[in-house]
RNA sequence: GGCCCGUUGGUCAAGUGGUUAAGACACGGCCCUUUCACGGCUGUAACAGGGGUUCGAGUCCCCUACGGGUCACCA
């Protein structure tokens, strides 16, 4: 019998969130919920000069958008809490675990200054910093007096010689040689924990099995196996992912490249839905060949072993193309109402309107102009008249309109619809010898002033009614004579 | 620079020693009783390079190149 999965996405409030982040919410999410497993949110705001008010906020507002919703957390409690590491710190829990390191000979207080660490010999050729371990040898005595006069300190990690690995559930066996390895701070001379290090203490205390991270953590794995280690705590299990990059740049990507918020795009018109079922395929592929998930079908199909090792670019016009499928497959009372705010100033038949635009856009924003010949004729160029494929010109339009608007003059408002007035055109055409198109060609030029609308011909005149259509004929023949 | 990781078409990606090397986006062409779109069909396009191992290598090993990551009292 297994334990319960349980996983956290651990994100500290510097800001929004943008795919990446998202990207490691689902990961984390999508994990725990395969295996029928425990999501936290657990809120990492351990620097104090980073945070920004609001942040925690928006990362809720983010992960409701999407439809990851965490099992524990501060907004809504769990056995495991407090979930804001800077309450878990009021419970002395990270000095706790430090003080218990430096007992087992696996930390030790530093006190030097800034400036002292500054002046470190920097390795010319390498340009790296690494402590020189100057507080490591003072006595107990020196340490207690240091103390007791209220000396500012941070306690380090002490790393003992040799190699340390560790097993990442994809990359296999890491080795590194310790040499490699800082003397990393622990704790902070304000009292809070570093990151790494109230990241192994806070999954340990909530009992975090599984964790999925970026492989940019993938080089500090080692030292946190020593801690465990140090500890004698059971390590979880490691699953770092490649990362998101941005498109241009090539790179991770970040906000400082400008990477859009996820409530960015909502408001640009992606749907949730689509950018999660986009993001989920960042890195991960499932086992058959679908590419359309909803987030239910996720939890079900999600695992570790379709997860790719090399990083992923953002392909922002796969998003959109994607966008647009999400609202071709949409149920047609769904999409009539996310619609209606658009469609309203239009005095047409608004689920007709609905069901014509449906297929064809990538943003609801797109509707108006989609639609907005149907208020008023633009003013176009005759030369939309022309069209080469459909075999016609301005002068075949005019023969055909004028014909045409006779024509349709003659059915009566009962009989308006559009397999009468389809039916009506073809007999025209085939009357006068011409091709279809060459009637309802100019026909649909008429009526919109346009060379593309969401409906053909006979649709259109149905829509525009009979009076305005046989106004919009009319003008369309003036022009042209 | 040290260390770590990666490298299949422009992009997302399947592929775990024997395949005509999938599929999707994008792009082109054709078809679709009326445009654009949708849809259908179809085309261009890839195993970074070099050495091994093997009867056989995109798949295993080594080297090189390129890319990324990491080396903070940031997370």
């Known amino acids: 019998m297994s334990k319960t999965v349980r996983t956290r996405y651990a994100p500290s409030p510097t800001g929004y969130m943008h795919i990446g982040n998202a990207k490691a919410a689902l990961n984390e999410y999508l994990l725990a919920k395969s295996q029928g497993g425990v999501f936290i949110l657990r809120i990492e705001d351990t620097d104090q000069k980073r945070e920004i008010p609001g942040a925690v906020e928006v990362i809720y507002d983010t992960l409701n958008i999407l439809g990851i919703s965490h099992d524990e957390g501060p907004d809504v409690g769990g056995p495991a809490g407090p979930y804001v590491q800077s309450q878990r710190k009021a419970t002395g829990i990270y000095m706790d675990a430090a003080l218990e390191l430096i007992k087992k000979g696996a930390a030790y ?126 390590i979880p299990k490691y699953i770092h ?146 069209n080469k494929k459909q075999k016609t010109d301005a002068a075949v339009s005019l023969k055909a309109l004028e014909p045409a608007a006779e024509l349709l003059a003659g059915i009566s408002p009962e009989g308006w619809n559009n397999d009468a007035l389809y039916a009506a055109l073809q007999g025209l055409a085939a009357e006068m010898g011409m091709k279809n198109s060459q009637v309802l060609w100019p026909v649909r030029v008429a009526l919109s002033g346009k060379a593309a609308t969401p409906c053909g011909a006979t649709e259109l005149l149905e829509l525009l009614g009979r009076d305005a259509s046989l106004a919009r004929l009319d003008d369309g023949i003036k022009r042209l004579s």
């Open 241 to 386: 992912v490649p990362m998101i990059c941005d498109e241009v740049t090539g790179k991770k990507y970040s906000k400082r490249l400008g990477a859009p918020s996820i409530q960015d795009l909502v408001a640009q018109g992606y749907l949730p839905e689509a950018i999660v079922n986009f993001i989920a395929l960042l890195g991960w592929s499932p086992a058959d060949n679908n590419e359309f998930f909803t987030m239910k079908e996720l939890e079900e199909q999600f695992a570790v072993s379709g997860l790719s090792k090399s990083p992923s670019i953002v392909d922002m016009t796969k998003l959109r193309w994607m966008n647009a499928e999400y609202f071709k497959r949409m149920d047609p009372e769904r999409f009539y109402s996310m619609s209606a705010a658009y469609l309203e100033t239009f005095p047409f038949d608004k689920a007709k309107l609905a069901a014509m635009v449906q297929p064809r856009i990538t943003f609801l924003s797109e509707i108006p102009e989609l639609l907005d010949f149907l208020k008023a004729l633009p003013d176009y160029d005759i030369a939309l008249y022309e």
């Open 109 to 234: 207080y530093c006190f030097c200054s800034k400036e002292r660490l500054e002046t470190l010999t920097r390795d010319g050729a390498h340009d790296i910093l690494r402590y020189d371990r100057h507080c490591l040898s003072l006595t107990k005595e020196e340490i207690n007096a240091k103390l007791a006069a209220g000396e500012p300190f941070v306690i380090r990690q002490l790393i003992p010689e040799g190699k340390t690995s560790f097993t990442d559930e994809l990359f296999g066996e890491i080795t590194v040689d310790n040499s490699e390895l800082d003397d990393q701070i622990l704790m902070k001379s304000d009292g809070f924990p570093t990151y790494n290090f109230a990241n192994v203490v806070d999954d340990n205390a909530m009992g975090i099995t599984h964790v999925v991270r970026g492989t940019e953590y993938l080089s500090s794995a080692p030292k946190y196996n020593l801690l465990y280690n140090a500890f004698g705590w059971d």
